[in-house]
């Protein structure tokens, strides 16, 4: 499949999730008015927000996780006053996920397109503020230098079977899934995508902690990295999901993005 065939199959995909997460903002709108009104009528407050706190992966069991979050039991759930403002809670915190699995559907999008047209202009966030638009395309164009970087060390080092050997087994189940997940929705076998492109932060995180070896002078080179792509993990997570950055956590993503650069720049000098 040539780029631009790839590029207009991933131009699509996000139009299509643009269009639904239009819809479930829709929806989130609809429901927090209705739990608005609900929680007037009963003179109570909305202090059972899920803002701030990690939903991302409760979705099976995301009924009981709000429950012993907000130590919500069964004698608080009585009236159909109460039923009702916890069904829209719990209506809330789905979509809430539903919202974030789409944004990290669009950012997938975006890196992959990256790779299939060198020239592509990131979309899908004219939503954003300025500053977290660029904080948006610093974080791809960072993930795209960090797999390359990934990729050329490890194959000079073991060019046939580098994936196998250095890559954690745990990394190579989660992104082969998605990789696997991918060419079945899309028939994409002849992209030249490759299943490191499908890797996040915390993925880079763990090759570089479980193989330092390969890439570090020395333990403490080695945290010092690892620590900045922890940081620069948990501010992706912000950035992708819509919230804008502070002033501080700015200037932190800014320090993160430049530091980690010099590294990959050093290594791509030792390693060229």
């Avoid at 709108?29 to 701030?52: A, H």
């Avoid at 809330?92 to 202009?121: H, Q, V, Y």
């Avoid at 696997?180 to 570089?208: K, M, P, T, V, W």
């Avoid at 890439?215 to 997570?237: C, H, P, Y």
């Amino acid at each position: 499949m040539m780029n631009r065939e790839l590029a207009s199959i991933l131009r699509n995909q996000i139009q299509d999730s643009l269009q639904k997460k239009g819809q479930k903002r829709y929806e989130l709108e609809n429901v927090e008015k209705n739990l608005e009104s609900l929680l007037l009528s009963m003179e109570e407050v909305d202090d059972r927000q899920i803002k701030g706190i990690d939903i991302s992966g409760k979705k099976d069991g995301l009924e009981l996780f709000l429950k012993n979050n907000f130590d919500i039991t069964d004698d608080d759930l009585v009236t159909k006053n109460e039923k009702l403002r916890f069904a829209l809670e719990l209506k809330r915190a789905e979509i809430t996920i539903e919202l974030k699995n789409i944004d990290d559907r669009i950012a997938s999008c975006n890196r992959r397109m990256m790779i299939a047209d060198p020239s592509f202009e990131i979309f899908g966030n004219e939503d954003y503020d300025p500053r977290s638009v660029e904080a948006y395309n610093k974080i791809l164009k960072l993930e795209k230098d960090l797999r390359n970087l990934i990729v050329n060390i490890l194959e000079n080092i073991d060019r046939k079977n580098w994936w196998k050997n250095f890559i954690p087994e745990r990394i190579q189940e989660d992104v082969g899934k998605l990789y696997n997940e991918e060419l079945a929705r899309s028939n994409l076998q002849f992209s030249g995508l490759r299943e490191i492109d499908f890797a996040d932060f915390s993925h880079y995180e763990q090759i570089f902690k479980e193989k330092p070896n390969a890439f570090f002078s020395g333990e403490e080179q080695t945290w010092a990295i690892v620590s900045k792509l922890a940081d620069m993990r948990k501010l992706r997570n912000a950035v992708m999901h819509g919230r804008t950055l502070s002033d501080e956590e700015f200037t932190k993503l800014q320090t993160c993005h430049t530091d980690i650069m010099k590294f990959v720049k050093e290594l791509e000098r030792k390693n060229g």
